[in-house]
């Protein structure tokens, strides 16, 4: 059984799909506070219900699009009901976990290797600098990390992680706090623009944010 907030289609606004047409589901419950969590509600599992894998799936699963996103929250504090999912969407879906950094991630990635992490690096002004880096030896080309900035100390903290995730060939996404608008946005991707080419960094906005969608 899951405990989610909501299932729903969009496009997808972050990382190495962005744009793709999506299936998401969004679970109830987190262990950590972020500041800038833009899903607050379904970390305080407001207003969350209890679902069946089975359901989940057949829900997912209706609208026939080949990307699903298992977000929250955090999902891996489900990991039981998640691999149960798994087991029936792969491989007939491409699937991408996001998951917030502090909980490990190697009994899923072992089981199931295709499916994506987005591994989200928290930096200091989120005031949850929970990321666990032994995470980086589990992650493969398929996945990335994200690395969300609110100001120039964020930023710092960037250029200080990048070596550790460059030197696993692991890609990574800058994405600036979009509530701090375009100024900072012009700020940030100057920024990137200054890293080592050997670095694989992309800069990222989220467009679902930018689009006025889920």
Request: with cysteine; aromatic share 8%; net charge neutral.
């Amino acid at each position: 059984m899951l405990s989610v907030h909501s299932i729903f289609s969009s496009i997808q606004g972050e990382g190495r799909f962005a744009g793709y047409p999506t299936a998401f589901l969004r679970l109830a419950g987190c262990n950590l506070s972020c500041a800038w969590c833009d899903a607050h509600e379904a970390a305080r599992s407001v207003g969350a219900f209890p679902l069946s894998v089975a359901e989940a799936f057949a829900r997912l699963t209706a609208s026939g699009l080949r990307d699903t996103c298992i977000t929250g929250g955090e999902p891996l504090l489900q990991g039981t009901a998640v691999a149960e999912l798994l087991d029936r969407l792969l491989p007939l879906r491409r699937v991408v976990i996001e998951t917030n950094g502090s909980l490990p991630i190697v009994s899923l990635k072992r089981r199931f290797p295709s499916v994506s992490f987005s591994v989200d690096w928290k930096m200091p002004s989120a005031g949850e600098p929970s990321f666990q880096e032994e995470i980086l030896a589990d992650l493969g080309p398929e996945d990335w990390i994200k690395f969300v900035v609110a100001d120039r100390r964020d930023l710092d903290h960037v250029a200080t992680a990048l070596p550790a995730v460059a030197s696993k060939g692991i890609e990574s996404f800058v994405s600036p706090v979009f509530e701090r608008g375009s100024a900072w946005f012009a700020e940030v991707g100057a920024f990137v623009t200054t890293l080592p080419a050997r670095h694989p960094v992309r800069f990222q906005l989220q467009l679902h944010k930018m689009l006025g969608i889920p």
